[in-house]
């Protein structure tokens, strides 16, 4: 029996704090539950919210779990507690990705300003200005990646548009795949009691330059929504990437993608994720070109709106009945 006390206010505000994390398509597909002997939060995936088209393997959902479990991570230590963090720790429980243990004093402050974050970063789909991005912030980006075992890289022009161009290819192959376009309008719809999926207006415009191939989510039904505008002319494009390509790596990767997301905030830096390529087998391992590395994520960084937010499910929602009743014991 732990000797740490976890009040109901404090342990929806941690929820809360993971909930608020990025996922592919906004699926949200976690769920919580408290071993409250223990004292210990488990991350479950949501199979029912995985996309079988665009994600059959299922890597994109770790990464957003991973996304999550940073956060958590961030809020525990906010609020004093040591988090003891275990991957995939039951091979007999596939479903269950993370648990968080709340042992003790943390042992270093974290910084505030990456709990700040948190409730302030989401992604921006909008043009971004000719601005660029400080050297100094970008080794801060790639420092916060390290730290979480991945490795930020920055490309140069030429490299850059060989990206964009593999991009735009998967874009394209998107739009025309009839399972996966279908796929991505299901979760485009205006918000609903269940807070999932992409409102119409943060979508964003497309760029009439088709330069930067933003996702359409092949909500072709908004067309008042992708009207065309000019994005920036010379795109700041980092890719994510681990040594191996395991389930443990793409839960690391995720975890290393919010670490750098909210850095990128606390700078006021905004980001929006370019994932397409890495929906296609052959695309992403042309990501990799000549490093000895997976990508697991493309990003675009720069300075501009911060566009609209998408809805985020309420802890209670994010929580299993079981971990509801046992709260309210």
Known sequence: ???????????????????????????????????????????????????????????????????????????????????????????????????????????????????????????SRFPFSDRPVPAAVLTELGEAAHAEGSVLDLPGPAETDRLLRLTREAEQRNTTDSDRAAESRRWVHPPTAESLGMPPEAIGPQDFRERIPMRDFSAHPHSQVLLARPFEKRPSIAVLSTLHDRRTDWLRAGE?????????????????????????????????????????????????????ASPRRTARQAMTEDARLARQA
């Open 256 to 308: 290393a993608l919010e670490r750098v997301l909210l850095v990128a905030t606390a700078h006021g830096v905004r980001a929006s994720l370019l994932h397409q390529a890495l929906e296609w087998p052959d695309l992403r391992e042309q990501l990799a070109d000549s490093r000895r590395a997976h990508v697991q994520m493309v990003l675009r960084l720069g300075y501009g709106p911060q566009g609209p």
């Open 1 to 123: 029996m732990s000797s740490t006390v976890l009040d109901v206010p404090t342990l929806e505000t941690l929820i809360a704090a993971s909930v608020a994390a990025p996922s592919i398509h906004n699926t949200q597909p976690w769920r919580f539950r408290l071993d409250a002997d223990t004292v210990t939060l488990e991350i479950r995936a949501v199979a029912e919210r995985s996309l079988r088209h665009t994600d059959p393997s299922g890597r994109a959902l770790h990464i957003s779990v991973g996304c999550a479990l940073f956060n958590l991570r961030v809020a525990v230590a906010h609020h004093g507690w040591e988090p003891v963090t275990r991957l995939l720790p039951r091979p007999d429980q596939p479903d269950l990705l993370a648990t968080v243990r709340l042992a003790g004093t943390a042992r270093f402050s974290p910084e505030p300003r990456l709990y700040d974050a948190v409730w302030r970063r989401h992604s």
